[in-house]
């Protein structure tokens, strides 16, 4: 056998072995492999990590581009990759900085009770420091992202510019869809609630992995810190005079946290628009990035809502104004 037949063999055999791990990792844990995945897409992308120490432990931020600067606040038990579909072209008209929120991603703490002021704190000192210390900030934030940047501004108005927010805010939800799934078939009704219709559904395997980061990860540490935690954080009937103007942006199929809430949390702002995304869930930048991107440059690029609003502003489906 010819040493160049022995070499290509070599490489079959090791591209075989690396597919046959890849595979296993995939099956096994199929949540953290999306994850390594998503978060390489952003280091592809061009984005830079950096660890920034705060009060409450290492706070991993990631960062790129040039321009004004726009920050990316994921939902609980996410973290910064989930933005990977959507920042590239982000990073060509704004500075881009997207942290792990405290507890998540690679930030600390990584073990106990974890309470929204632990989070809040934590942001707080991430934009303190020096490479975006006192410039003006455009938050925007998906579920538990929505409702951090929302208390961020209500403490920082001079901060902030502009809030886009999509799926979450600082109101009660009436909905309460169960985010720690105890077996496949509440597993499989939190997908449901999360994802329009016609979404494809992850597998019986995913469903097992759901099941055991939910009861052992973020979500299941946000309410060891318990309820009343977090009820100190809403802003229930304290909108009136909110000092930001609000953007929101929600899938129509979310029923983790459905338009009404969306309509409700309109409906106590001074100054607030509401764009529909058809055909989309609870995390448009995952389910639908094309149109989530394409409706964030239509509204950076546009005034905000003017107050008082005599109306509500609300986009039709698809994010197409009336």
Not at 123 to 138: I, K, R
Not at 153 to 176: M, S, Y
């Amino acid at each position: 056998m010819s040493i160049l037949l022995k070499v290509g063999l070599l490489l079959i055999f090791v591209a075989l072995a690396v597919l046959i791990a890849f595979s296993m990792s995939f099956y096994l844990r199929p949540l953290a492999t999306t994850v390594w995945f998503r978060r390489n897409a952003l280091s592809r992308a061009g984005f830079h990590k950096t660890a920034l120490a705060t009060t409450v432990g290492t706070q991993m931020v990631w960062h790129g581009g040039s321009g004004p600067v726009l920050v990316l606040l994921h939902g609980a038990s996410d973290q910064a990759g989930t933005w990977s579909r959507v920042v590239s072209k982000l990073k060509a008209n704004f500075e881009v900085v997207m942290p792990d929120l405290a507890g998540h991603g690679e930030s600390e703490p990584f073990s106990g009770p974890l309470s929204l002021g632990t989070l809040l704190g934590a942001f707080e000192q991430v934009l303190e420091a020096p490479q975006w210390h006192d410039l003006p900030l455009t938050l925007v934030g998906n579920s538990l992202g929505a409702w951090l940047a929302m208390l961020y501004a209500d403490t920082h108005p001079c901060r902030v510019k502009r809030l886009l927010l999509a799926g979450g805010g600082p109101v009660k939800n009436a909905v309460e869809i169960g985010l720690m799934p105890k077996d496949r078939e509440e597993a499989r009704r939190v997908m449901d609630a999360a994802l329009d219709p016609s979404s494809p559904r992850p597998a019986n395997f995913v469903l097992d992995d759901l099941i055991r980061v939910s009861n052992s990860g973020p979500i299941a540490r946000l309410f060891a810190a318990g309820v009343e935690d977090m009820y100190k954080y809403l802003l229930e009937g304290r909108l009136a005079n909110f000092p930001v103007p609000v953007d929101l942006i929600w899938g129509a199929s979310d029923r983790i946290v459905p338009l009404d809430y969306a309509k409700k949390l309109q409906a106590q702002l001074p100054r607030c628009t509401l764009t529909v995304i058809d055909r989309c869930g609870h995390a448009p930048q995952l389910e639908r990035p094309r149109q989530f991107t394409r409706v964030l440059f239509e509204i950076l690029a546009s005034p905000p809502a003017p107050a008082p609003a005599r109306e509500p502003s609300v986009s039709m489906p698809g994010g197409e104004n009336t």
